[in-house]
């Protein structure tokens, strides 16, 4: 169980922050596509990105409850916590990169939500041992 898990964990990690930079690094071509071409990508994007979001957040769940509190330090239990806020950062960050109304409020929140899953994904590796 604990290789399907994990499995499911990388997997969702990989699409969800793999792909923020997929699509960012694609945007040029995109844009050159025609003018509502982002939009339909982007919308496509959510269909693959959020259930992986909420598939981390499942399997999450899953790998806390899979650790022995008395191996847990608090130097652990801190670096979990951090992982926690950055995780909810990047869903809430990408979350208004997608209602937002300016270029400049996009790129503020896809900025948010792209530093947060950075920085969730490598307090993940930290905490993982």
């Known amino acids: 169980m604990t290789v399907i898990r994990l499995s499911l ?5 990989t699409v969800w922050v793999g792909g923020q930079f997929v699509l960012a690094g694609m945007l040029p071509t995109i ?3 025609g003018e509502g071409a982002p939009k339909k990508m982007a919308q496509a994007f959510g269909r693959l ?3 992986a979001y ?5 399997t999450g769940v899953w790998n806390f409850i899979a650790v022995d509190p008395a191996n847990a330090s608090s130097s652990w239990n801190a670096a979990f916590g951090i992982k926690m806020v950055c995780v909810i ?7 208004l990169h997608t209602r937002a109304k300016t ?3 996009r790129g503020i929140y896809a900025g948010i939500g792209a530093l947060a899953s950075i920085a969730a994904l490598v307090l ?6």
């Open 103 to 105: 270029p400049k409020a």
């Open 9 to 13: 964990h990388v997997l969702a990690a």
């Open 124 to 129: 993940g590796i930290a905490i993982a041992g």
């Open 54 to 58: 909420w598939l981390l957040i499942a």
């Open 31 to 33: 844009r050159g596509l």
């Open 89 to 95: 950062a990047a869903g809430l960050g990408t979350f």
């Open 49 to 51: 990105n959020w259930p």
